[in-house]
């Protein structure tokens, strides 16, 4: 069964960090572009970030750049998102996609999310 | 950015009923539309993407069609466990963007 995990979520304060993992299962992990989408509560989905197959090319939303990493290990079928310097309009369930093949695609695979909540 | 619009916000149907939704795009985006559908505290599904093709185990009531900046979702028939949130999503130009989505309530 094609799957995606996420895991690191939870509670920090305000210019705090966190690093969400996303463990793939089901595919060859390696011939595919992963992405990071996420939820405010009660609102609609946002692309936050892209990373292509073997992670030479990144991709990031204007509002996380230069915050936030986005990074793999193949051999760990892992994707990973280091979150640093956190606000407080972070806060969202964040969701590990998978892309049919290329950054540039739609999300074919969900995770089930994991919460982020920010808040002194 | 391209800013997609979704309407409406809210589409009441009864069951059985056919519903159509629509997305718009502030520029073109060719056939480079995916549609998920999303229901409360789960996950978004990919049902359509290439505007018009079928995810696989997506049932034959859900269509597709639309180009450029024009797209339109089709429920032939509304089924219970198709009363949701459904969003479009570009993925032609960077950065990708969603709807902000339509609801589809029992009427």
């Known amino acids: 069964e094609v799957q995606l ?24 992990f390696r011939n595919y572009a992963l992405n990071w989408v996420r939820q405010a509560p009660g609102k609609g989905l946002e692309w936050v970030s892209s990373i292509s197959p ?3 090319s990144t991709y990031y939303a204007d509002s996380v750049k230069g915050r936030f990493t986005i990074s793999r290990d193949n051999s760990k079928n892992t994707v990973y998102l280091q979150m640093n310097s956190l606000r407080v ?5 964040y969701y590990c996609a998978k892309s049919f093949v290329t950054e540039a695609d739609a999300f074919d695979i969900w995770g089930q999310g994991t919460m982020v909540t920010v808040s002194s | 950015e391209i800013v997609m619009t979704q309407s409406p916000a809210t589409l009441s149907v009864s069951p059985g009923e056919r519903a159509t939704l629509s997305c ?4 073109s985006v060719s056939s480079n539309l995916a549609w998920y559908q999303q229901k409360p505290g789960q996950a ?3 049902l359509i993407y290439g505007a018009s093709t079928r995810a696989t185990d997506i049932p034959a ?8 900046t024009e797209f339109t979702l089709t429920i032939s028939s509304l089924q219970s466990e198709d009363f949701a949130f459904y969003y479009c999503h570009q993925y032609n130009k960077w950065p990708p963007s969603f709807g902000q989505g339509t609801k589809v309530e029992i009427k």
């Open chain 1, 5 to 28: 995990l996420e895991s690191g979520g939870g509670l920090v304060q305000p210019g705090g960090s966190l690093r969400l993992s996303c463990v793939a299962s089901g595919f060859t």
């Open chain 2, 44 to 46: 978004p599904r990919l």
């Open chain 2, 61 to 68: 009531r859900f269509s597709g069609s639309g180009s450029e």
């Open chain 1, 54 to 56: 073997i992670g030479v």
């Open chain 1, 89 to 93: 309009e972070d806060t969202a369930v």
């Open chain 2, 24 to 27: 718009r795009a502030s520029q």
